[in-house]
């Protein structure tokens, strides 16, 4: 099985997967992990991936264009993968 992660913080994996049992499963080879850092696709030289909200207000919102390129390259390296998008607004995740 192969995972890909789209995050800002990539030095956040595998670090905290390596006292979990998914962690000992990486480490055995039993799934692999990608990391993509959307930075990668920005195109100034700063890398910006966010920007002000276009209808004004506090904030700050990712830009569509760098996330946009991010999501089509992770699409092309695991297209058949289902996508989970965890959100703030979204509902608690339990055990």
Do not use: C
């Amino acid at each position: 099985m192969r995972a890909l992660v789209l995050t800002l913080f990539p030095e956040m994996f595998p670090g905290p997967l390596g006292l979990s049992l998914a962690g000992k499963a990486l480490a055995a080879g039993l799934w692999e992990l990608q990391v993509l850092n959307p930075r990668d696709f920005a195109t100034d030289r700063h890398q910006t991936v966010d920007d002000k909200p276009y209808g004004g207000g506090t904030g700050m919102v990712m830009r569509a264009d760098v996330l946009g390129r991010a999501l089509d390259h992770a699409r092309n390296v695991l297209p058949q993968a289902q996508m989970i998008y965890l959100s703030p607004r979204g509902e608690a995740l339990k055990q």
